[in-house]
């Protein structure tokens, strides 16, 4: 009898019904590790939630109708402002009602940054486009401070748990959500080449801009932190979209980026001519001022790339452990298992690292803590989000045909994939950083040291590389004219020692056995699925989701 054409076969069921949190083994463990179980309890509710029909259902729809920028009203009143999909607001109403924009700020619980980041990363398997404003809101409070009566007026509000859009002035709103604009047409990273000028008015700490910003995102947020160049020199200023009187400041959007993803979200450019803006910190310490932003927000892009290969992991063993080819199923083809695990431990290791980022954060007032998160940012930011576009186009691959078409959702991760190695400084800003911390900080060094020291004696490949590592750092920083042009191979190097000791001391025997051999050994072949030997059994059920 001939089957009805009618009804597909040998097809995985869409992934949904399945908990973010709770089914990610790597990220239970490091949470555990670095905060607590009850921490873990209480992030179910985020996990359950962003595994569930509805949230991937949210998530296309924000990313299939795109921000639409409404330069004037009805009337022909410059108005400025962004529409979005309803969707959109779904997604961001819970994402800062789960506490994962500034709350951890004003929070008095021992690991509020680690629960913020496990929930970021859980929360943006829905879609990564909205994670861009709830981060800088995030990221914007570290930077507020240098100035007590404007922290005092913001930080309140970025910290809320309500998500209140619309441009109203601030005081009438019960939360509130933050941007930047640092880069210029002219400079791009070299902000010090920013020609946006700021002129001081009558009012004490109260300036004038005339300029513009290349690339601002979130142009709807409620205030933006902004560089400009004052009569000391770069100066960090700070923003409203709206006046105390109600009256809107002067923020002209000129137009949205057509980005190759990231589409969800609006990023918009920007012109000044006497837009209002408040002076934060001294003149001529905008870069010092707003670095500490800088730093928030290249965490959150190490939280979402690594978000991005967990989903991609997700996607591709639960594709293979329903798609049956040449008899079997996918996932028990030994080569398709060699893949799979090769991913598995990338995720696994990103995950290790990731959340050891934000517990330095919680415990910044540590000097260990404190200088390990100096080095290790730039080196995660670098590494971590350098790695995510081949893991998830490989992922991608899994699914074949299949993770091609648009419906899949592996398209959506796959133009996301670089977004994070460019954005909060490229590939090379962040290695550069590295050189620039090594040389000018010496206890970031012995930060690192220590770190991937308390691994010492685990696994002869790791103690090997840490060994050839600090061989490299010694003879660079030796050697002024070469450290340049070796700065991503140290950034590297640096980085899959750091994965490496985390995941020796804490991981699976098995994931930390194929870490070691395939990224510090000498059986790397350059591609995934090239593992030489391991319990690759083992790691792809431990990564292969589970639905109630």
Request: charged letters at 20%; hydrophobic letters at 45%; glycine letters at 10%.
């Amino acid at each position: 009898m001939g089957s009805d054409i009618r009804v597909a076969t040998n097809q995985a069921p869409l992934l949904v019904g399945h908990n973010i949190v709770t089914g990610d083994r790597a990220l239970v463990e490091a949470v555990t590790r670095h905060a607590s179980e009850s921490v873990v309890e209480d992030l179910a509710g985020i996990g359950a939630e962003a595994g569930s029909a509805e949230a991937r259902e949210h998530g296309m729809l924000a990313n299939e109708h795109h921000p639409r920028l409404v330069s004037y009203d009805r009337y022909g009143n410059r108005v400025d402002e962004v529409e979005f999909h309803p969707s959109w607001h779904w997604l961001m109403q819970r994402a800062v009602g789960h506490g994962l924009a500034a709350a951890p700020w004003e929070s008095d619980a021992a690991h509020a940054h680690v629960r913020r980041a496990a929930g970021f990363m859980a929360w943006s398997h829905t879609e990564p486009g909205h994670g861009c404003p709830i981060s800088m809101t995030y990221a914007a409070v570290p930077a507020l401070r240098v100035d007590d009566a404007l922290a005092k007026e913001w930080t309140p509000l970025l910290a809320s748990t309500t998500y209140d859009p619309g441009l109203r002035v601030a005081s009438g709103k019960l939360g509130a959500l933050a941007g930047m604009g640092m880069t210029e047409k002219q400079g791009g990273s070299d902000v010090r080449a920013n020609v946006t000028e700021a002129r001081p008015t009558s009012v004490d700490g109260e300036y004038t801009l005339h300029g513009h910003k290349w690339f601002t995102s979130a142009p709807m947020n409620d205030v933006f932190l902004v560089l400009a160049q004052a009569a000391g020199g770069v100066t960090c200023f700070v923003v409203p979209r709206v006046l105390p009187d109600g009256s809107r400041n002067r923020l002209d959007v000129v137009r949205l980026k057509d980005k190759l993803g990231n589409r969800s979200n609006a990023s918009s450019e920007l012109e000044f001519d006497g837009t209002v803006a408040h002076r934060l910190g001294d003149e001529g310490r905008g870069v010092r001022t707003i670095i500490e932003m800088v730093a928030a927000t290249r965490l959150d892009c190490v939280l979402g790339s690594t978000s991005l290969m967990r989903r991609a992991v997700n996607e591709a063993t639960w594709h293979t452990a329903h798609r049956s080819a040449f008899g079997s199923l996918l996932a028990d083809k030994p080569l398709m298992q060699n893949v799979l695990a090769d991913l598995a431990v990338e995720a696994e290791a990103a995950t290790a690292l990731a959340i050891r980022l934000a517990a330095a954060v919680d415990n910044s007032t540590d000097p260990h803590e404190a200088a390990l998160r100096r080095i290790a940012l730039p080196l995660a930011k670098f590494w971590v989000c350098k790695r995510t576009p081949g893991h998830v186009a490989e992922a991608l691959e899994c699914l074949g045909g299949n993770g091609y078409v648009e419906e899949s959702g592996m398209p959506l991760l796959y133009r996301e994939a670089p977004l994070n190695s460019v954005w909060e400084g490229s590939g090379n800003v962040n290695a550069l950083d590295v050189l620039r911390a090594l040389g000018r900080e010496p206890e970031v060094l012995d930060a690192w040291i220590t770190e991937v020291g308390q691994a010492r004696g685990g696994d002869v490949r790791l103690d090997r590389a840490i060994e050839d590592t600090l061989g490299l750092i010694g003879s660079l920083l030796g050697d002024p004219a070469a450290m340049e042009v070796n700065a991503r191979r140290l950034a590297g190097r640096m980085a899959a020692c750091l994965q490496g000791s985390l995941l020796v001391r804490f991981g699976p025997p098995e994931v930390a056995d194929v870490f070691c051999a395939s990224r510090l050994g000498t059986s790397y072949d350059g591609v995934y699925g090239a593992l030489d030997g391991g319990d690759l059994h083992a790691i792809v059920e431990r990564a292969t989701p589970v639905v109630a």
